[in-house]
Nanobody, 124 residues
């Protein structure tokens, strides 16, 4: 079992950058695939990006391609989401997640463990 801890997000202006992190406590990411999701008020949680624990198999949601970068540092047991050129529509609570399945997935149902979420607010 893995516990995922997310530090606080932030309030930024449109065009700014922000890096989210998510650290595993209790064990490494070995064997897990990792994802970032977000949920805006009144909307369903949606996929943002995913990566295998080896750093491969990267997937992005279309609206963040070219702006967001997912990466993993197994030595630090941390997965990152670098967000550049932020837009007001990126405002949401962001959640990291870990999957024990053997591939990288977009589907929420494939993820077994979740961080507590962190708020990102982008002002116009």
């Amino acid at each position: 079992q893995v516990q995922l801890v997310q530090p606080g997000g932030g309030l930024v202006q449109a065009g700014d950058s922000l890096r989210l992190s998510c650290t595993a406590s209790g064990r490494t990411f070995s064997g897990y695939n990792l994802g970032w999701f977000r949920q805006a008020p009144g909307k369903l949680r949606e996929f943002v990006a995913a990566i295998s624990w080896t750093g491969g198999g990267i997937l992005y949601e279309d609206s963040v391609k070219g702006r967001f970068t997912i990466s993993v540092d197994n030595a630090k047991r941390t997965v990152y989401l670098q967000m550049n050129s932020l837009k007001p529509e990126d405002t949401a609570a962001y959640y990291c997640a870990a999957s024990i399945y053997g591939d990288v997935y977009r589907e929420i149902s494939k993820y077994d463990y979740w961080g507590q979420g962190t708020q990102v607010t982008v002002s116009a």
